[in-house]
């Protein structure tokens, strides 16, 4: 790795763990913003005189929309100026939104708070992926990848129990106290540790007409296409259940206190895959593991949404079933990411921030939707996974040209 960091040489390179640990503390800015909040909601509702339970959603999906619009503009930005400055940028920018929510007296200035909070964690997941890039292709990052998504998946664990334990001693607005000293503690450690992964001789010119042509090949080669499609339609169904499961824990089951165990249980699924991925992903391929993962996936939604639909859902059923779906996610979204990004090596900032705003952007509409549909059942979100799922299906069927689980031959080293 040090061999990339050519911009800062006396800069001693972080080995594999701490990279990993790196990415995954990155990668986990977003989950940690969105779960956290999820205990407070009625609690911020209350305060700031949200009328409806449902608009109280849109404390997540303001951050979700700032996510997926800003990511557009981070990837040019850093094939310019390089990784490093802009991503310290980033967490300054998601330590002051966050005092900015802190102190929020209505929830219109909450939600732009929370816009500008979206703004920033979106330059920590695109330049995550873009820093894994400059060093590894192929099944080599997708075990990357999985690695860090296996740290990563504990934030959601662990990320509501944050929040409740603030909200057992101190109000709501100490969860934003909380984001605050995080993004400072995250800046100063990547301003230590990291240095640039983006060689000088690979820096982008910022003009109109080479960003116009990132976005556009982006957009069109056949993988990046297909697989950003499909990824954004389970990002739906990820937005969906985090839009509902509070409702769903409080009213439909009427079990408050089963939401920080839900949790556990269901990004502990969605950990244990990714740890699975990354132990079969170089054997087995990322074709093979992600196009099953999802046939699986869809299979279990159908079963799902039945037992919605007959109304002989139980709490432990749905759980079950819910945290066997998100194993199967877990499966799919590295792997999907890494076949994306397997034709995008030299723009690769570009294209990791087109994929991930159309991921995002896309998903937090598809999410919200299934959310506004909550009906007091499980059944809106069940359906909305099946949807999701099969439409998934679909976009891989036509971006292999109908055939799955082929092998892919990209090298297993780093680039």
């Not at 997540?60 to 997926?68: E, V």
């Not at 557009?72 to 939104?97: E, K, N």
């Not at 301003?191 to 556009?216: C, F, I, N, Q």
């Amino acid at each position: 790795m040090a061999n990339r960091a050519s911009d800062t040489p006396a800069r001693k390179a972080p080995g594999f763990a701490e990279f990993v640990a790196m990415v995954a503390s990155l990668m986990a800015m977003t989950a940690l913003a969105i779960d956290a909040m999820l205990p407070a909601l009625p609690a911020i509702g209350e305060a700031l005189d949200v009328s409806s339970d449902n608009d109280r959603q849109l404390v997540i999906g303001a951050l979700l929309i700032g996510f997926g619009l800003a990511q557009i503009v981070h990837g040019p930005l850093s094939d310019r100026f390089g990784r490093r400055l802009l991503l310290i940028g980033g967490l300054g920018l998601y330590a002051g939104s966050s005092i900015l929510a802190a102190y929020a007296q209505s929830f219109e200035l909450l939600l732009a708070a929370r816009f500008a909070q979206g703004i920033a964690v979106a330059a920590t997941r695109v330049l995550a992926v873009s820093i894994v890039r400059d060093l590894y292709v192929g099944r080599k990052m997708a075990q990357v990848m999985s690695f860090a998504m296996t740290v990563f998946m504990a934030v959601p664990v662990l990320a509501p129990l944050f929040g409740e334990i603030i909200l057992a001693f101190a109000s709501w607005r100490w969860i934003f106290g909380m984001f605050a000293l995080i993004g400072i503690s995250v800046g100063l450690w990547i301003g230590w540790r990291l240095p640039e992964t983006l060689k000088p001789e690979d820096r982008m010119p910022l003009t109109a007409s080479r960003v116009w042509h990132g976005w556009r090949h982006t957009l069109t080669e056949r993988k990046s296409l297909g697989y950003m499609a499909a990824s954004a339609l389970l990002s739906g169904a990820l937005f969906g259940f985090i839009n509902s499961i509070q409702q769903i824990m409080f009213d439909t089951f009427q079990r408050p206190n089963m939401l920080v165990p839900a949790f556990a249980m269901i990004a502990g699924a969605m950990s244990a895959a990714s740890l699975l991925n990354s132990r079969i992903v170089l054997r087995l391929g990322t074709r093979l593991v992600s196009h099953s993962a999802l046939i699986v996936f869809i299979a279990l939604a159908a079963i799902a949404a039945l037992t919605a639909w007959s109304g002989s859902s139980s709490l432990w059923l749905f759980l079950g079933l819910l945290s066997l779906n998100m194993g199967a996610f877990g499966l799919c979204g590295a792997n999907f990411s890494a076949m994306a990004m397997e034709e995008m090596g030299a723009i690769a900032g570009t294209a990791s921030s087109v994929q991930g705003a159309v991921g995002v952007f896309f998903g937090a509409i598809v999410g919200g939707g299934i959310g506004q549909m909550y009906d007091g059942s499980t059944l809106p979100l069940t359906l909305g996974f099946l949807v999701c799922g099969s439409l998934a299906l679909g976009c891989i069927l036509i971006t292999e040209k109908g055939r799955l689980f082929a092998e892919d031959d990209l090298a297993a080293e780093p680039v």
